[in-house]
């Protein structure tokens, strides 16, 4: 049975940053592209980063290039979301998946394994 479980997430103060992980079992995990995705209230699901199965190639949302790094350790089947300078804009519930396509589009990670993600809030 696949497992996805997110951690490290909470309230932290704008201009503050916090690591997210997330870990996965029950899959070969290097065989799978890692995302993380957000939603925001009132808002839809947006894809925020994925990483390759080997963690040589990245990708991220405009709205947080430079601010966040998603890089992954295959050996302990952990991948990761570093968020610095954060800002309000930046609350919701980010969650993990295992997929296999790369990009940022929802609908491209239909067939992922998801974990039921980790509340982040930025207060101003």
């Known amino acids: 049975q696949v497992q996805v479980e997110e951690s490290g997430g909470g309230l932290v103060q704008a201009g503050g940053s916090l690591r997210l992980s997330c870990t996965a079992s029950?899959?070969?995990?290097?065989?799978?592209?890692m995302g993380w995705f957000r939603q925001s209230p009132g808002k839809e699901r947006e894809g925020v980063s994925w990483?390759?199965?080997?963690?040589?190639?990245?990708a991220y949302a405009d709205s947080v290039k430079g601010r966040f790094t998603i890089y992954r350790d295959n050996a302990k089947n952990v991948l990761y979301l570093q968020m610095n300078s954060l800002n309000p804009e930046y609350t919701g519930m980010y969650s993990c998946?295992?997929?296999?396509?790369?990009?940022?589009?929802?609908?491209?990670?239909?067939?992922?394994?998801w974990g039921e993600g980790n509340q982040v809030t930025v207060s101003s």
């Open positions: 029950g899959l070969t995990f290097d065989d799978y592209v």
């Open positions: 990483i390759s199965p080997g963690g040589v190639v990245t």
């Open positions: 998946a295992a997929g296999r396509r790369y990009g940022l589009e929802f609908g491209q990670w239909s067939n992922a394994y």
